[in-house]
């Protein structure tokens, strides 16, 4: 499908390059597979007992990843770039209608050329995918001779540094991703060349712009071990080097052919892949002004983002075919139907009954009236003056970047370490973006999480932005009175702890990743149906449904003798609360009575002795105004109702009673 065009308003266009409409930058992406075909690669596991382990070889497992990443992609970034190339194979192809002699790039077989993924693409990768015997005819591998030593490293790499420069040239991001079982390629003596001109042509692309993901594939008999060839093929810039990025990719867990642990190679796979398969896409790149005169350039993230349906162009279904809508907008007077201007374009605001405009210059001024976008320290406080309940929104994970200022990463490592030293947070004034409202912030320190058992990094050390409440945002919890919060009694918290033990996860921990948004799913299968010219699919599954059969048969009995001491505990706090409350009145009554007497009678002034039925006359005659406070409260207290706050809020409560009595 063509790319959609669109007509902006002058002045526009340099924010809708820099914010996207879900807050990112906007960043386009360009990945290429590098698939491994060797005789290896093509070996299906044994057979075993377990019937939901599937039989795809690791080829074949990779291809059905590329397949359903670019499902994705043609949906979600239409203006992502997604290509495969094949290597180790018989056959070579660069590009249609190569001439004939010697292939440019031997036993490399570009089976997708790098471009904006298309239906046409999809159905045809799709057809590899479900057909064995076209697949059989493609996946072929080489029979290394002496003439022919097979597929060099090096040839992959240039081949791939060939479609990035052709393809892709002016991509921010751009990405090889390497699926392989070889853990070490030319590795016999004579074949030091190969490895020194893959070395090289592996920090070609590095100078490109180009990032090597590997994806490793361990055979049943062995590990697959980095360091033999691909820890000089996957560049990681030595730290001394200022002129570097900050090297943040961790490195992705093995996957193993044949496991017997439940996960087969292509989940395995999938869980890698799509790990990997967003680029990071910096929320703002700004100053950090840690004290006067000492400035740091730092990136934001958010980790944790609601997914939503991705409108990113307009869909034309009328004609024979599905088709992207150009797209115009103009704008119309009212009067005249002419075309207005964007110079003619006021914005107006209503001040005490008064317009007041605003042209788009003096509009975007008032937004910068606070100052460019920055995060400025102020001071530095105890983490334990930070409550629980400061979080309000999601936090952002902040990193040092080396674009702006050289020496980034060195002074945010020495303030992230001393924070976390001496459990500090650091007080910001915080703008993200332009044209955003400036809130205090609370840069937290984080610590690096590594896994025990891979000694993989889980988490990255960096520093956290939490945005502080201001002080209209915090709701006090309101003063119940005498209604405060009833404390369960030790039965009935007895009774409740089976339940919620039988209703653990497995392990403890929830994985959002295991239920999708059926949602989400639905409307995705649903374009998918509409582009690649199927049917429409039946519904999804919702495994957010709870499995109310399984939660019955573990916690059945359980809930029932929680229900039955709830209801015994109940009643008994009724009949107490009932006799507490019949005693107070009484006393309450007695006292009144005396009162009243000794004033001769008037109920007026102390705020007691008014009566159910003074009190309703006043309700329907809505005068209940001319009560005092005192005596408002004294009325209300009797009916075991709140008496805090003004007096128009006991009026409203007074209301509230007699309008629930009827």
Not at 113 to 128: I, Q
Not at 259 to 281: E, M, W
């Amino acid at each position: 499908m063509a790319e959609p065009e669109e007509k902006h308003e002058e002045g526009d266009e340099e924010e809708e390059e820099e914010i996207g409409e879900s807050g990112y930058r906007t960043v386009k992406d360009a990945v290429l597979f590098a698939i491994d075909v060797s005789p290896s690669m093509l070996e299906r596991p044994p057979e075993t007992k377990d019937k939901k382990l599937d039989r795809d070889s690791a080829t074949s497992a990779a291809l059905k990843c590329a397949y359903q990443l670019m499902q994705q992609r043609i949906i979600s970034n239409p203006k992502d770039m997604m290509g495969i190339l094949l290597f180790g194979t018989k056959e070579s192809k660069f590009e249609e209608g190569e001439a004939r002699g010697p292939p440019a790039f031997p036993h490399c077989y570009l089976l997708s050329d790098l471009d904006v993924p298309e239906a046409s693409d999809v159905k045809r990768l799709r057809n590899l995918v479900e057909n064995e015997e076209e697949a059989s005819k493609l996946l072929i591998p080489s029979s290394p001779t002496k003439e022919d030593p097979g597929v060099a490293m090096g040839s992959v790499l240039f081949c791939a540094n060939q479609i990035f420069t052709n393809k892709a040239p002016n991509f921010s991001s751009r990405r090889l991703f390497f699926v392989t079982d070889n853990d070490s390629p030319h590795s016999s003596p004579g074949e030091k060349e190969l490895r020194r001109s893959a070395t090289v042509r592996s920090k070609d692309l590095y100078d490109l712009g180009v990032i090597i993901e590997l994806f490793p594939i361990s055979k049943p008999d062995g590990q697959f071990d980095r360091s033999k060839f691909y820890d000089d093929i996957v560049y990681r810039p030595p730290l001394s080097d200022p002129e570097a990025p900050v090297p943040t990719l961790e490195a992705t867990k093995t996957s193993t052919i044949g496991s017997s642990d439940g996960i087969t190679l292509l989940q395995s796979l999938l869980s890698a892949i799509n790990s990997k398969a967003t680029p990071r896409r910096a929320l703002f790149n700004l100053p950090f002004e840690i004290g006067p005169d000492l400035k740091i350039s730092v990136k934001g993230y958010i980790i944790i983002k609601r997914q939503e349906r991705v409108r990113s162009c307009y869909v034309w279904l009328n004609g024979e075919v599905p088709q992207i809508a150009t797209l115009t907008t103009s704008r119309l007077a009212d009067d005249t139907a002419r075309s207005v201007e964007p110079t003619e374009i006021r914005k107006a605001y209503k001040f005490g009954g008064e317009t007041v405009s605003f042209s788009k210059d003096e509009a975007t001024g008032l937004r910068s009236v606070f100052g460019d976008p920055t995060i400025r320290i102020i001071g530095f406080k105890n983490l334990d003056l930070l409550p629980p309940w400061a979080n309000e929104r999601a936090p952002i994970f902040v990193y040092p970047s080396e674009e702006d200022y050289i020496g980034s990463t060195r002074t945010f490592a020495a303030l992230h370490a001393s924070l976390l030293q001496k459990s500090k947070f650091a007080l910001c004034w915080f703008i993200p973006r332009r044209n955003a409202s400036p809130v205090l912030a609370a840069l937290t320190p984080g610590a690096e999480q590594i896994d025990e058992i891979t000694k993989e990094q889980v988490a990255p050390p960096g520093l956290w932005a939490i945005p502080l409440p201001y002080a209209d945002d915090v709701r006090q919890n309101p003063d119940l009175g005498p209604d405060r919060p009833i404390v369960a009694p030790d039965s009935v918290v007895d009774k409740m702890r089976p339940v919620v033990q039988q209703l653990q996860l497995p392990g403890g921990v929830f994985n959002p990743s295991r239920y999708p948004n059926p949602s989400l799913q639905w409307f995705y299968k649903c374009l998918q149906a509409m582009a690649l010219e199927e049917d429409l699919p039946q519904l999804p599954e919702d495994k957010t449904i709870p499995k109310y059969r399984q939660i019955d048969k573990r916690t059945g009995p359980y809930v029932l003798d929680f229900a039955e001491e709830l209801d015994t505990q109940h009643r008994a706090w009724e009949e107490e609360n009932r006799s507490s409350s019949k005693r107070g009145a009484d006393a309450t009554t007695d006292a009144t009575t005396k009162r009243t007497k000794k004033s001769g009678g008037a109920a007026n002034g102390d705020g007691d002795g008014i009566t159910d039925a003074t009190m309703r006359s006043a309700f329907e005659k809505q005068s209940l105004n001319s009560f005092t406070m005192p005596q408002l409260k004294s009325w209300l207290s009797e009916k075991n109702e709140s008496i805090s706050g003004k007096k128009k809020d006991l009026v409203e409560r007074v209301e509230s009673y007699f309008e629930k009595k009827g």
